[in-house]
């Protein structure tokens, strides 16, 4: 078992890292540990790559998708997150109604889902697609007319608006 302490640093965040990356995966030295979102936060975890390689993650930090967790002249060992299926739906027509989006924010916060906000779309994940149906029953006098939309993706919480689901 191949025992990893630190993160050398993220393919998405670091230029020369994505061009080793790049490098690696065309010579076939390119090892992807998957990992599922809520696993992302636990200190000790225990994984296989799958090129077979055994790895003991014992970090005093959060993974995060695309971190490279080896990188040496024999390979690149990198964490590659699982998509999921998460509900997207359109809030730009309650910009101007504040208690509708508190309504809004109490309803999710009941059922423990961590969000994510960009350009007026509201994202969380879900278990099953018969949420969709619950989450429209749940949002039907605040969200009128709005387009529901289930995709399988990685989804990655906003800062700050991580909750543990239940």
Request: hydrophobic residues 40%.
């Amino acid at each position: 078992m191949l025992t990893v302490t630190t993160i050398v640093g993220n393919i998405f965040h670091d230029k020369e890292l994505m061009n080793k990356f790049k490098q690696m995966e065309s010579q076939k030295k390119c090892e992807r540990m998957k990992i599922l979102r809520h696993e992302l936060e636990r200190g000790r975890i225990r994984k296989t790559t799958d090129f077979g390689t055994d790895i003991g993650l014992i970090l005093n930090s959060q993974l995060y998708h695309g971190d490279v967790i080896v990188a040496d002249q024999e390979r690149i060992i990198i964490v590659e997150q699982i998509p999921e299926k998460v509900l997207s739906i359109k809030i730009e027509n309650l910009r101007d109604n504040p208690d509708n989006l508190i309504a809004l924010g109490h309803i999710i916060g009941n059922r423990h889902k961590p969000i994510m906000i960009n350009n007026d779309i509201l994202s969380f994940p879900i278990h099953s697609d018969s949420e969709v149906e619950v989450f429209k029953k749940l949002f039907s006098g605040i969200i009128n007319d709005s387009e529901f939309v289930v995709e399988e993706q990685i989804f990655q919480p906003q800062h700050g608006m991580y909750m543990h689901e239940h």
